[in-house]
């Protein structure tokens, strides 16, 4: 076992399944000897006014959650919901893990939220979007790392020298094989926030802050339902030097840049076979 993190616990958001690229990374963590906490979507008591539907995606969606982690990391492995939407949800993160004494030597940011997107349906034009949807999406997926930064060092949980990881895709900055429109407008401002925050916290904290961008990916139950995006993925495999990622491929980067004392910030790492280097 490489020790590399030994001693050290991170918070990972954004598992959903057994899927999940962040469980993937929350394992990894684990075999090199540090520590997790993980949050899940689920209701809360700062959720009012929902409809019955609503209630019911949030419950099985922390359900699903918790079995995961049961499943996958073990009953020890401590969870809680999280709604990066509800500023007391978060709020609330930190001042559970604070009323424990938990520190935090970094977290992993792996939420992503584009109602434009759904089951089975081709990905709607950019010209057909929202403003609902495009707000929702730079808030979930973007914005949201700003508070959760916010109240983990307002409560003194996520500790000087940490290390803060976002997961993103080569279609924040390019035009890809997959439909990547609403979505990878708040993911080029994710990677933007990752720059800005890595300077300012780098002088302020010490603190590392990088992102990831990743191969196309159908593991999950979130990619798999999205229309196209497997022919992105046998695109991507055969245009690649070396063929898509693999989860093992993205655990192993984050778990890198999540070791301490590293110089190593504001960086847009490339875990997808070489497929970046292509025009």
């Not at 949030?58 to 401590?78: D, N, P, Q, R, W």
């Not at 999280?82 to 893990?97: G, H, N, R, W, Y």
Request: net charge negative; proline share 3%; with cysteine.
């Amino acid at each position: 076992m490489n020790n590399s993190l030994k001693g050290l616990t991170f918070l990972v958001t954004g598992i959903i399944d057994s899927g999940s690229l962040a469980l993937s990374i929350a394992k990894q963590i684990r075999s090199e000897g540090g520590d997790v906490i993980c949050t899940g979507l689920g209701k809360t008591k700062y959720h009012e006014n929902l409809s019955e539907k609503a209630i019911s995606y949030l419950e099985k969606s922390y359900e699903s959650f918790s079995k995961t982690i049961e499943e996958e990391l073990g009953k020890e492995t401590m969870t809680l919901p999280l709604d990066v939407t509800l500023d007391k949800s978060i709020e609330e993160v930190a001042d559970t893990l604070e009323a424990k004494s938990i520190q935090l030597n970094g977290f992993i940011h792996s939420i992503a939220m584009d109602k434009s997107i759904k089951s089975g349906m081709v990905v709607k034009p950019l010209l057909q979007i929202t403003k609902e949807e495009f707000f929702q999406a730079m808030e979930v997926s973007a914005f949201s790392i700003i508070p959760l930064t916010k109240a983990l060092l307002d409560k003194k949980v996520l500790q000087n020298n940490s290390s803060i990881l976002a997961l993103s895709y080569i279609g924040a900055e390019k035009i890809v094989q997959h439909p990547y429109k609403n979505i990878g407008i708040a993911k080029a401002a994710l990677e933007r926030i990752v720059k800005e925050l890595a300077f300012e916290l780098g002088k302020s904290h010490s603190m590392r802050v990088n992102a990831i961008r990743f191969s196309p990916y159908t593991g999950s139950k979130a990619g798999s339902a999205i229309q196209g995006l497997q022919e992105a993925v046998d695109f991507c495999d055969s245009h690649s030097p070396l063929g898509n990622a693999r989860p093992e491929d993205i655990a192993l980067e984050s778990t890198y840049l999540l070791q301490p004392n590293l110089r190593v910030t504001g960086e847009i790492r490339n875990v997808d076979g070489g497929y970046h280097i292509r025009g």
